[in-house]
């Protein structure tokens, strides 16, 4: 079965501190990827996605993602941490096998970004 | 325009009763998919609706049910309420072409608690 694993459930950083947030996923077709935010008492938003193409992915907010097919992975980075960055990150993959508009998410990393 | 509306947006029931929620997708989108939020299993599919038709299931009981209606609203029903059906339901929209995926945008969710 295809799944989705984020390796740290708990980031805790300062401003202006660098951010990796880790994502591999277990399915080796073509695959759409995808990273939501979720701010405290908000909705899921998108804040990039992969398709096709350049494998370096930008998004909102400063955000970058980059897919490297051979890892299965599609980690998320920003340079320069803002306290409104604190929220929740989900990492989701969307196999063409598993059917359309099926999205498989990992367990979320909740990012705590300090003044 | 307008995102994806979600109603009720709390929502508090016994168990045993059971309870419909509603989904108004972005206008033009044609695809509808629910999700079930928990802090223990995390985002879980449901199932997907695609111009009033079932596309996808996730693994949950028949308890779970949905449909859309062809202007493109979705609900979806849950009978014989559980304690652990308590979480956030959050419905997801996208498609404006068959046989395509493509990006999902979330409305805030309903939140169910089961007493």
């Known amino acids: 079965a295809q799944s989705v694993s984020q390796h740290n459930h708990h980031v805790i950083l300062s401003e202006a501190a660098s951010l990796e947030l880790g994502c591999n996923y277990s399915y080796g077709g073509t695959v759409n990827l995808f990273w939501y935010v979720q701010y405290p008492g908000q909705h899921l938003q998108l804040l990039l996605k992969?398709?096709?193409?350049?494998?370096l992915v930008k998004g909102i907010k400063g955000f970058e993602a980059e897919f490297i097919k051979s890892k299965f992975s599609f980690n998320l980075r920003k340079p320069s941490v803002q306290w409104s960055d604190t929220a929740e990150y989900f990492c989701a993959v969307n196999s063409y096998f598993g059917g359309y508009n099926k999205l498989i998410f990992g367990a979320g990393t909740r990012l705590a970004v300090h003044p | 325009k307008a995102g994806v509306t979600q109603t009720p947006r709390y929502l508090i029931k016994t168990r045993g009763q059971q309870v419909t929620l509603s989904c108004s997708p972005i206008?033009?989108?044609?695809?509808v998919s629910w999700y079930q939020q928990t802090p223990g299993q995390g985002l879980q599919f449901l199932f997907e609706y695609f111009s009033e038709t079932q596309r996808n299931k996730g693994n949950f009981p028949g308890r779970f049910s949905g449909r859309q209606f062809s202007n493109s609203r979705s609900e979806m029903n849950v009978s014989t309420l559980e304690l652990g059906d308590s979480a956030l339901y959050l419905c997801?929209?996208?498609?404006?072409?068959?046989?395509?995926?493509?990006?999902?945008?979330f409305g805030p969710g309903t939140r169910l608690t089961v007493l």
């Open positions: 992969y398709f096709s193409g350049d494998p």
């Open positions: 997801a929209s996208s498609g404006r072409t068959r046989g395509t995926t493509d990006t999902q945008y």
């Open positions: 206008s033009g989108h044609r695809s």
